[in-house]
């Protein structure tokens, strides 16, 4: 059982940057950020393996970067140059699933935290 609890959402301008940080309760092989936005289904937006393994969405490359604390215990994403088209709620999940880790699927992960509200206005 692994509980999370993101923090660090908060409205921003656009081209600005934000850090989400999301504490997990236990050890996962994966973790993962995705994010859901009004009226759209939830999408992957990075993860990262215990092998510090990264993977990305297509349109957060080069602008996000997803890394943890594995003594904290911790996942957190820096998020910069951000866009309107950003504004969400962004989820930490945790998994079990190791293979095809370039991926970055619901499906693969088991916990998943509250959310964090982030709004960029332009």
């Known amino acids: 059982q692994v509980q999370l609890v993101e923090s660090g959402g908060e409205s921003v301008q656009a081209g600005g940057s934000l850090r989400l940080s999301c504490a997990a309760s236990g050890f996962a092989y994966r973790m993962a950020w995705f994010r859901q936005a009004p009226g759209k289904e939830r999408e992957g937006v990075a993860a990262i393996d215990d092998d510090g393994r990264t993977a990305y969405a297509e349109f957060v490359k080069g602008r996000f970067t997803v890394s943890k604390d594995n003594a904290q215990n911790a996942l957190y994403l820096q998020m910069n140059v951000l866009k309107p088209e950003d504004t969400a709620m962004y989820y930490c999940?945790?998994?079990?699933?190791?293979?095809?880790?370039?991926?970055?699927?619901?499906?693969?992960?088991?916990?998943w935290g509250q959310g964090t509200q982030v709004t960029v206005s332009s």
């Open positions: 999940a945790a998994g079990y699933y190791r293979d095809q880790w370039w991926l970055i699927r619901e499906r693969d992960f088991g916990y």
